[in-house]
């Protein structure tokens, strides 16, 4: 049996007390909403974000940053990612040397295009840093439902003991070392997602879809070749795999905000009826910037951006995309 502490009650990491407590771990789930923590006491259920699932007695709740961390075995970073910094910074005094950190929020900093094991890492340099991610809604993992992750750390053993805590029947974790690989792919997928919603909200069926997904796989990899990351990781559960689901399923927040833009909605007011914090639109500018960064064609990222910072209207960028130059779809060999 491990302490674990979870940094963040929203559903990713309601879900993952359930499952981490089925696995036999012992469990203590912080929030600086002390609302939410109250509701989660009284109620044990998540009724905002995970209704209709119930919640052990013997998981934890605490508005206390300390007692989430201290003594802790393991720490799963789970608030929404552009609270990562910040949240970061709050633990650094409770962490403990060589604790382990896994970060299970999924996006790149807008200001400084970092990934979010980059901005751990540099607010918390005492801890060792990994990340947990592949095609993984948490409504799906809270009920049960078969799924398959990946655990990235940049040493093998560390990545096998954080595979064996979180595995059991129904949750699989593969290993790699190829973190930046995998965060890349969880992050800039939701931005495509984005894309993939505001076809469905413009009613343009599943040709569109699969072309987004496969073009957009092939914009993801090309610029993660291009930071360092390896290609086969694009094309495994944390690239086209997360990719699939996020564009795929009414779960994602990331698509249900890109169906309303799509319908004539406004960023701002698609972020508010869907009522989670869109990482998609946080990290789409980062994405954007990277590709300037490193000379990378990503027309897709350019169009999102185009439409939620600069009011281009959606069927616009659509034209915009599908009037390309022509050109192969095999890329050159360099």
């Known amino acids: 049996m491990k302490k674990i502490g979870i940094l963040g009650a929203g559903s990713w990491g309601t879900a993952l007390s359930l499952l981490l407590c089925n696995n036999g771990h012992q469990v203590t789930v912080w929030s600086a909403i002390e609302d939410e923590i109250k509701m989660l006491k009284e109620c044990h259920e998540h009724k905002d974000k995970l209704p209709g699932i119930p919640l052990p007695e013997n998981i934890g709740f605490t508005t206390d940053l300390k007692e989430a961390i201290q003594d802790k075995d393991l720490l799963v970073l789970a608030v929404p ?9 709050s633990m650094k005094e409770y962490v403990q040397q060589g604790q382990i950190i896994v970060n299970v929020a999924k996006g790149v900093e807008e200001n400084t295009m970092m990934t979010l094991t980059e901005i751990i890492k540099e607010e918390i340099p005492q801890a060792v840093v990994t990340v947990l991610s592949g095609p993984s809604h948490a409504e799906e993992v809270g009920r049960g439902l078969p799924t398959t992750c990946v ?51 413009l009613g343009y069926g599943d040709n569109i879809k699969a072309a987004l997904i496969t073009r957009g796989i092939s914009e993801i990899s090309r610029l ?26 009414m779960h994602s927040r990331n698509r249900r905000a890109g169906i309303l833009i799509g319908k004539g909605y ?20 980062a994405a954007l910037q990277l590709a300037q960064k490193y000379q990378v064609e990503m027309p897709i990222i350019e169009q999102v951006c185009a439409v939620l910072f600069e009011g281009v209207p959606a069927v616009e960028a659509v034209d915009v995309l599908m009037n390309r130059e022509g050109k192969s779809e095999l890329e050159k060999e360099k």
């Open 224 to 249: 993660g070749v291009v930071m360092g990351g390896r290609k086969e990781t694009f094309g495994g559960l944390t690239g086209i795999g997360d990719l699939i689901v996020t564009c795929a399923s």
């Open 266 to 285: 406004t960023m701002e007011e698609a972020m508010a009826e869907v009522k989670m914090v869109v990482e998609g639109v946080y990290s789409a500018k």
């Open 81 to 89: 990612s552009p609270f990562t910094r910040s949240t970061s910074k």
């Open 151 to 201: 655990v990235g750390a940049e040493d093998e053993q560390t990545a096998k003991e954080i595979q064996e805590i979180f595995m059991n029947s129904v949750f699989r974790v593969y290993t790699s070392d190829d973190v930046l690989g995998i965060e890349l792919g969880g992050a800039l997928k939701n931005v495509i997602a984005l894309a993939a919603g505001v076809a469905d909200g």
